[in-house]
């Protein structure tokens, strides 16, 4: 049973943001600390798009503040894209998570089901910016606008059309905490990958 099944016809970023704060589409809201909605200008050329909010993110109500956030932070730089003009959100707005015996929060790969009940909210903030670039960090993102067969290990960092009208392309690339996974000795060379798939981003929009 859902509260709230369809964003609000009409609304703006704040609107929505309070709308989604009600949604019930599925049983993630309910263990989550709050909804974690997107945040940036609303007029943005780029999107970026991740999986869902981590555990710093669900406490702090904002997202890519955790350890992720901290890296693409850095690679949005490394890029040279100005991270001030980059709209920033999730595929699915609440965290998933197991407890630990020691009360920590284990962060849950989303379901299909999450995707697909998240995907009216994240295809209503890309209504209303209208980007001219989407990048989809990581598979869950990816696989939310591209389809549950798109495979970002073999598909990343190409330039690819985005839904009939929205006017948007997208490029898929690795998820920031995919890097922070590598092993160290081959974490320089995935952070650099990263980066030169957000400088294709960046050029795209020239």
């Not at 295809?123 to 798109?150: C, H, W, Y």
Request: glycine share 10%.
């Amino acid at each position: 049973m859902t509260d709230v099944a369809e964003p609000p016809t009409g609304a703006d970023l704040g609107g929505l943001k309070l709308a989604a704060a009600a949604c019930r589409a599925c049983e993630l809201w309910e263990p989550a600390t709050q909804t974690i909605f997107g945040r940036g200008p609303a007029r943005a050329r780029m999107v970026l798009v991740g999986e869902q909010p981590g555990d710093v993110e669900d406490r702090q109500g904002v997202p890519f503040v955790g350890p992720a956030g901290r890296l693409l932070v850095d690679a949005v730089e490394a890029a040279g894209i100005d991270k001030a003009s980059v709209y920033v959100t999730n595929a699915v707005k609440h965290f998933r998570f197991t407890p630990s015996s020691s009360g920590r929060r284990i962060h849950q790969t989303p379901d299909l089901s999450h995707l697909t009940a998240c995907r009216p909210w994240l295809a209503a903030e890309l209504n209303v910016i209208r980007p001219e670039m989407v990048v989809l960090l990581g598979a869950s993102a990816a696989k939310t606008l591209l389809g549950q067969d798109f495979r970002v290990t073999r598909q990343r960092g190409q330039v690819m059309p985005g839904p009939a009208g929205s006017g948007a392309r997208l490029l898929a690339t690795l998820h920031p905490s995919a890097v922070l996974r590598t092993p160290p000795e081959s974490r320089d060379e995935a952070f650099s990958g990263l980066v030169a798939d957000l400088r294709v981003a960046r050029e795209s929009l020239r």
